[in-house]
């Protein structure tokens, strides 16, 4: 049985716009200057929390907690107002679904978001039922902490040698690799992906339909006509 964990913003889901409005929001609250997008962005995957105590410094660190709740409120404000629509990467959605329709496959996700975000994701995109273990900032350590990876193991019983993590930070490959199981690095997100191999990627690759060969190389995963 292979177990097969994506990251979702930067990896499935193509998010930046909302959470860039998310943090320009925060630091508006605040009356911090908001940081370019690339900056933001370059935060992108780790929790809430740490990502604005990392953005804002030493000197404003008293201000992280309301800025993480301004955030999270207009996320809400956004995704009730139907606004919050972020697509699925180009071949997302065929890479899940072919995934899915193996027997020797179990899919996952390791989130940097908290659950509700997941569960919008599934409504917007529907997507339940595919994934067999989600694991969310709600109950985890940010990224890279290997928490997320050794739940997705015990959830599951799957072999760390037949698992793999996808994701598109270092982050990612780093939680992988602490964890114990593979690490596939995606470039199509938001992080400067020159160093996803320093940090443990042991395939890189550029578009989703190169997913099934990496998958075969690296897992031995068998090849199967669906
Ligand atoms: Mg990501």
């Given at each position: 049985m292979y177990l097969i964990i994506f990251d979702v913003d930067g990896t499935l889901l193509d998010s930046q716009n909302t959470i860039v409005h998310g943090f320009e929001a925060a630091f508006a609250a605040v009356g911090l200057p908001v940081p370019g997008r690339k900056t933001i962005l370059s935060i992108v995957g780790r929790s809430l929390d740490m990502a604005f105590a990392d953005l804002v410094?030493?000197?404003?660190?008293?201000?992280v907690p309301e800025m993480a709740a301004v955030y999270r409120a207009e996320k809400i404000a956004r995704r009730k107002a139907g606004l919050d629509q972020d697509p699925l990467y180009p071949g997302a959605r065929e890479a899940i679904d072919r995934l899915h329709a193996r027997e020797d496959v179990l899919l996952g996700i390791a989130t940097g978001k908290a659950l509700r975000g997941v569960h919008h994701m599934m409504d917007v995109h529907d997507l339940?039922?595919?994934?067999i273990t989600i694991q969310t900032a709600d109950t985890s350590p940010s990224k890279p902490h290997p928490d997320m990876i050794e739940r997705a193991l015990s959830e599951t019983g799957a072999d760390p040698e037949q698992t793999v993590m996808i994701g598109d930070t270092g982050f990612d490959m780093a939680m992988a690799r602490a964890g114990g199981v593979h690490a596939i690095g995606v470039?199509?997100?938001?992080?400067?992906?020159?160093q996803l191999t320093a940090d443990g990627a042991e395939r890189i690759i550029h578009r989703f339909d190169e997913l099934d060969q990496a998958l075969i190389e690296l897992l031995k995963m068998e090849k199967e006509t669906v």
């Open positions: 410094g030493p000197e404003h660190q008293d201000k339940h039922g595919r994934f470039t199509w997100g938001y992080h400067d992906h020159s």
